[in-house]
């Protein structure tokens, strides 16, 4: 069993800055990709970031050059720092992995259960 557990949600005012982290912990061979993505109501969920193990990072337009994403292999964790943040931002944020479960295996997709962002104007 594999288990994704994000944290630092919360509500901040437009300009503002939040850090969210994101924990993978159970039955891990090896993790391929970490990232972060996020679905606002009435919307479909959409990529913001994603980082692989060697460190190399993707990113969605909207969000370039107002957030980072870093990761720290040894502790299997991600984490995404979100400056100027704007209103439209506001949506619950899913920490995505893809891992192996042992030497070999097949690659399987794993979500965290989600942390809202609420951004005021």
């Known amino acids: 069993q594999v288990q994704l557990v994000e944290s630092g949600g919360g509500l901040v005012q437009a300009g503002g800055s939040l850090r969210l982290s994101c924990a993978a912990s159970?039955?891990?061979?090896?993790?391929?990709?970490m990232g972060w993505y996020r679905q606002a109501p009435g919307k479909q969920r959409e990529l913001v970031a994603t980082?692989?193990?060697?460190?190399?990072?993707n990113y969605a337009d909207s969000v370039k050059g107002r957030f980072t994403i870093s990761r720290d292999n040894a502790k299997n964790t991600v984490y995404l720092q979100m400056n100027s943040l704007k209103p439209e931002d506001t949506a619950a944020y899913y920490c995505?992995?893809?891992?192996?479960?042992?030497?070999?295996?097949?690659?399987?997709?794993?979500w965290g259960q989600g942390t809202q962002v609420t951004v005021s104007s």
């Open positions: 995505e992995a893809i891992l192996s479960y042992y030497s070999g295996s097949p690659r399987y997709i794993h």
């Open positions: 159970g039955r891990i061979f090896s993790i391929y990709e």
């Open positions: 980082i692989t193990t060697a460190g190399s990072a």
